[in-house]
């Protein structure tokens, strides 16, 4: 577990800037997803 924390660092500080924006369009699309309450009769 500690090695691969490690590398996840690693390549984390090796991302350039296009890998973080497509990592935070990622992160909001998931967020936005869950929020949505997948499944669920609400309306938002």
């Known amino acids: ?18 890998q973080w924006v497509f990592l935070l369009v990622v992160v ?3 967020g936005a997803f869950c929020l949505r309450g997948f499944g669920s009769r609400s309306q938002y």
Do not use: G, T
Not at 1 to 18: A, G, H, T
């Open 1 to 18: 577990m500690r090695q691969f924390l490690n590398e996840l660092v690693r390549y984390v500080e090796r991302m350039d800037v296009q």
């Open 28 to 30: 909001v699309l998931l």
